[in-house]
């Protein structure tokens, strides 16, 4: 459970575990992209949802209930937060790296709303569950996926 919690132990990287659980999400999903588009990308996310949470569950029944090892969740936001760029990708019929602006958008906005946990974030946050330590990060990837559409429209002219 430890190995998946951790995101086959990237979580016990030092300073800023979830910093590392993110950065090591972007090659995986880059990976998940290629193989199967948005869809894939999709699929994995809620199957990887479900496992981090009984992971979670497992790992914190007695004792801290958000240890900074478990970086699933930010594995899972990090996903989401990338949906808009596999998606257009895929819209568009162009390769994904060429996508670039998103990936760092989402990284960057990810880390962001995971760190400052805004409104919906930190109300998952508060909960103070296993659902409330994966939810935030969804939350986030949300929030950072939808402000990441804004600023592509923005730079493309869409929204002007």
Do not use: C, N
């Not at 190995?3 to 086959?8: E, Q, Y």
């Not at 602006?101 to 962001?112: A, E, I, N, T």
């Not at 919906?120 to 409330?132: I, N």
């Amino acid at each position: 459970m430890k190995w998946v919690a951790s995101f086959a132990g990237v979580g016990f990287l030092k300073p800023a575990p979830g910093t590392w659980g993110s950065l090591a999400a972007l090659p995986v999903a880059y990976g998940i992209i290629l193989l199967g588009g948005f869809w894939l990308l999709l699929a994995l996310s809620v199957v990887v949802f479900v496992i981090g949470l009984k992971a979670t569950e497992s790992l914190t029944k007695t004792g801290d209930h958000d240890p900074s090892w478990i970086v699933i969740d930010e594995v899972v936001g990090q996903w989401i937060a990338l949906f808009p760029v596999a998606y257009g990708a895929g819209m568009m019929g162009v390769e994904v790296w060429r996508l670039w602006p998103g990936w760092v958008s989402g990284f960057v906005l990810f880390r962001l709303f995971d760190i400052w946990k805004p409104w919906l974030v930190g109300r998952a946050d508060a909960r103070g569950d296993a659902m409330g330590v994966m939810l935030d990060d969804v939350i986030a990837g949300v929030f950072a996926a939808v402000v990441s559409i804004v600023l592509a429209g923005l730079a493309h002219g869409f929204l002007m």
